[in-house]
């Protein structure tokens, strides 16, 4: 066998079609080198039908990436041992497994790789019994296995084609039979779940395994192996059978979510399973040396996070919201423009999804924890912890990774984009998002600088979604929300100075000195983004009057139209209070209530709240009409 990691050798090529009665390491690799290609190749058309357990169309992804884990691994290792390249190949596929179907297939190839032990070849009957008891370690895996998933077409693929390797001898007649019998049991998993025969499509994991088969196949019959890029491939005409589906009740939870844990004296795998029932379903465990890997399915990420610390250090961690993936499968026709923004825009959910607004996550840190804002730590449970937590929280700018993903998958859906961004005197996500356009060598991304926070963030995103939906292209959005900018504002206030005394924007015995007098601030932004104090107002119960007459002041005239959101920080009577009379004076085209996210909250601290204002006068008029909430 030659040294190189290509798949192109002649002299195997010759071998393996003259018959072939052996594995070694070097083969190994390169067969799943070549069946990462080829799953890679088909990822669009698996995330499509991807409707169980839940239809989030990422099932495509997620195993791809899974195999290209293992697949960069084997790569990187280079000709070796066949024990060595099995368990670098199980190694790399627990560690970079994602989703449920990544987790799925790392316990086969953990099987397949504890059945073939120390040998140093494998022949075709111990290459039949290392799959079959992959099939088997993937079916002891499962907390609730259900017929008509991958799990059934690894299984029944493998007990048929069996008798074929010990008759024959030949690896690669074992692998066409494995192939064969493999697309059987997937043309029959429709029968086995109600939910695919509605849909029309079969198990999405299960055609990933296929398919996994099919590029061995292919590589040992010498046909070419076509890698594909992500967002290269079309996602096809037609409607997606993913998009079409709802969630079963017992499957309706909000994050898929995995933890990553290292440590010396790990747990037995069901010992987590049983005890990560509380937090949700579709539970998937490998553990494999010192590495332990949990995938659940929860409304409760931080939780899990949290109580994986008892199994040894959290290594890392990642939450998806597939709500949020399922939505944006209904969305899958192409548009003009795309708005980004940052979770900083304290925007709702249903705003989002109803305007198809993307947001990329800034990070809160709670000692030496970190969650992404709004996705791994929702507002509530921010608060929470706020008020157990014995050292207050800070934030920081998005993660690069994550900023380059979410314009990516923004470009994916639109032509150009435009991003509203947190403002640049405040934190450094503007700057960010920069470095990240250039890394990712994007075009057609339009930013703007809304030199506000939260729900000044906000309203201009979402005036920035309404006038992409009329049509305009994104330079003249951008424009148009730049202008519109010098005629937004904020009014806001704190109930407590410990938050604004560790950010800096009060002097130590200022704080204290206005604590003891029941003195509240009024902060605004300057016309450079930067929070300047404009008054001090004696009593909690004069600090609302005060608010709505500087408000008239700076409203008078008053424009025609106006759009207000109120954020508070775990301040609801205030808000609603003041939402009300906002709506009593100005009639406004929107007056949002929001709950303020941590990125707000970490600076401000609870029981403060806002008023954000944004006057739309002379400004062109969408096709639709206004989007009250």
């Known amino acids: 066998m030659p040294n190189s990691g290509s798949l192109s050798s002649l002299s195997d090529r010759d071998t393996m079609r003259a018959g072939i009665t052996y594995v070694d390491g070097p083969r190994l690799a390169r067969s799943l080198i070549a069946a990462a290609d080829w799953v890679a190749a088909g990822r669009e058309e698996i995330n499509r039908i991807n409707v169980f357990p839940v239809p989030d169309g990422d099932t495509g992804t997620n195993f791809t990436l899974t195999l ?52 140093s070849v494998a022949t075709a009957p111990d290459v039949a019994t290392a799959i079959r008891q992959g099939a088997d370690r993937l079916y002891e895996s499962l907390d609730d296995p259900r017929e008509g998933t991958i799990l059934t077409v690894a299984r029944d693929a493998a007990i048929a084609a069996e008798p074929i390797a010990r008759a024959s001898g030949d690896v690669g007649s074992f692998m066409r039979r494995l192939l064969e019998e493999g697309e059987a049991a997937l043309a029959r998993t429709p029968e086995l779940m109600q939910v695919l025969k509605d849909a029309g499509v079969v198990d999405a994991g299960g055609k990933g395994f296929v398919r996994m088969l099919e590029g061995v196949v292919r590589y040992i019959a010498g046909d070419p192996i076509v890698p594909a890029e992500f967002g290269s491939e079309s996602s096809g005409d037609g409607d997606i059978p993913a998009a079409l589906v709802s969630v079963a009740a017992e499957r309706d939870f909000q994050y898929c979510t995995e933890v990553l844990v290292r440590g010396e004296s790990l747990p037995a795998a069901n010992e987590v399973r049983s005890a990560l029932r509380a937090f949700g379903g579709s539970t998937v465990v490998a553990v494999t040396g010192d590495i332990l890997k949990i995938h659940v399915h929860t409304d409760t990420p931080e939780a899990v996070f949290t109580y994986a610390t008892r199994w040894g250090r959290v290594a890392s961690t990642k939450a998806q919201d597939m709500r949020v ?87 994916q859906e639109a032509d150009e984009i435009v991003a509203v961004l947190l403002g640049s005197n405040l934190s450094g996500t503007f700057n960010a998002a920069q470095a990240a356009i250039k890394a990712g060598s994007l075009q057609g991304v339009h930013l703007v600088d809304s030199r506000s926070a939260s729900l000044g963030v906000g309203l201009l995103a979402l005036r920035g979604a309404e006038l992409a939906a009329s049509g305009w292209n994104g330079a003249r959005v951008a424009e148009e929300l730049r202008r519109i900018q010098p005629h937004t504002g904020m009014l806001l206030t704190v109930d407590r100075y410990d938050n604004l005394l560790r950010s800096g924007r009060i002097s130590r015995g200022k704080a204290w000195l206005a604590g003891m007098l029941d003195v509240k601030p009024i902060l605004s932004f300057d016309a450079d983004g930067k929070v300047v104090p404009i008054e001090r107002i004696r009593g909690r119960e004069n600090v609302e009057a005060r608010v709505l007459a500087l408000l008239d002041q700076r409203l008078t005239p008053r424009p025609k139209v106006v759009r207000f959101g109120v954020a508070h920080a775990d301040a609801p009577e205030a808000a609603q209070r003041i939402q009300a009379a906002l709506v009593e004076r100005y009639h406004p085209r929107d007056c949002l209530v929001s709950l303020a996210t941590g990125v707000l909250g970490t600076h401000v601290g609870p029981g403060a709240w806002g008023v954000f204002y944004q006057i739309e006068d002379d400004a062109p008029t969408p096709k639709r009409g206004p989007h009250t909430e």
């Open 68 to 119: 290209r884990a293992v697949a960069d691994a084997l790569k990187a290792l280079g000709d070796a041992s066949l024990p060595v390249t099995a368990k670098t190949m199980a190694q790399a596929a627990v560690l970079g497994a994602r989703g449920n179907s990544g987790m799925m297939l790392a316990h086969f190839l953990l099987g397949f790789t504890e059945a073939l032990g120390d040998r």
């Open 325 to 411: 993936q399922h939505r944006k499968l209904a969305h899958a026709d192409r548009r003009p423009v795309a708005i980004v923004t940052d979770t900083s825009a304290d925007l709702s959910d249903s705003l989002l999804d109803r305007h198809r607004i993307a947001m990329v996550p800034l990070q809160v840190m709670f000692g030496d924890t970190t969650f992404r804002d709004r996705v791994e730590l929702k507002p509530e449970e921010f608060y929470r912890r706020l008020r157990t937590s014995a050292e207050l929280p800070t934030t920081s700018q998005p993660a690069p990774a994550d900023f380059i993903q979410v314009l990516r998958d923004a470009a």
